[in-house]
Antibody, heavy 122, light 107 residues
């Protein structure tokens, strides 16, 4: 079945780095763009980043631009989120999500992972 | 960047009631809007895309309408399992901004 499984979350000190992974299965990974969305404790959803199906387009929220990098490993069907210079306000559950349609990296997100928790604290 | 607002921020309704949630974009986004449901402790799920198209498997009591800057999500007959927070999201251009959410409770 179609599935996304995130990993890599944990507790990290401010200013440090962390890399999140999202392993995809049950669909043709190379045909879909992939997103990261986060949710701070008790807060709403915040879109973080997207990579297009072929990796040629990447877009970021202003809040993470220059600090986070999204990428895809087509050989392992994994999307990564490299998070550098972490801040307290990056503390959140991070979800990866897939758009409904192939080839459209900007679309409604119909498949979501269970999320991985990142806590930035000294 | 285009800003998304939702109203109300929360509401309480009785089982069987008609519930209306509105979402407004600060600029025209055509019909590039999705609605999500997030139950307490759960993962967001897609309800509606392209402003008014019901996602597969979503009960028909959910409907969406609107275009341009003003959008509406309607739950025609509220059920206990509809207790959740509902988010709109625009996707015409990056960033794919979410609205702040509307929390729906049962009286």
């Amino acid at each position: 079945q179609v599935q996304l499984v995130e990993s890599g979350g944990g507790v990290v000190q401010p200013g440090k780095s962390l890399r999140l992974s999202c392993e995809a299965s049950g669909f043709t990974f190379s045909h879909y763009g992939m997103h990261w969305v986060r949710q701070a404790p008790g807060k709403g959803l915040e879109w973080v980043a997207v990579v297009s199906y072929d990796g040629s387009n990447k877009h970021y929220a202003d809040s993470v631009k220059g600090r986070f990098t999204i990428s895809k490993d087509y050989s392992k069907n994994i999307v990564f989120l490299q998070m550098d210079s972490l801040r307290g306000e990056d503390t959140a559950v991070y979800y990866c999500a897939r758009p409904l349609k192939t080839g459209y990296f900007r679309y409604g997100l119909d498949v979501w992972g269970q999320g991985t928790t990142v806590t930035v604290s000294s | 960047d285009i800003q998304m607002t939702q109203s109300p921020s929360s509401l309480s309704a009785s089982i069987g009631d008609r519930v209306t949630i509105t979402c407004r974009a600060s600029h025209d986004i055509s019909n590039s809007l999705a609605w999500y449901q997030q139950r307490p402790g759960g993962v967001p799920t897609l309800l509606i895309y392209d402003a008014s198209t019901l996602y597969s498997g979503v009960p028909s009591r959910f409907s969406g309408s609107g275009s341009g800057t003003d959008f509406t999500l309607i739950i025609s007959h509220l059920q206990p399992e509809d207790v959740a927070t509902y988010y709109c999201q625009k996707y015409n251009l990056s960033p794919l901004t979410f609205g702040p959410g509307t929390k729906v409770e049962v009286k």
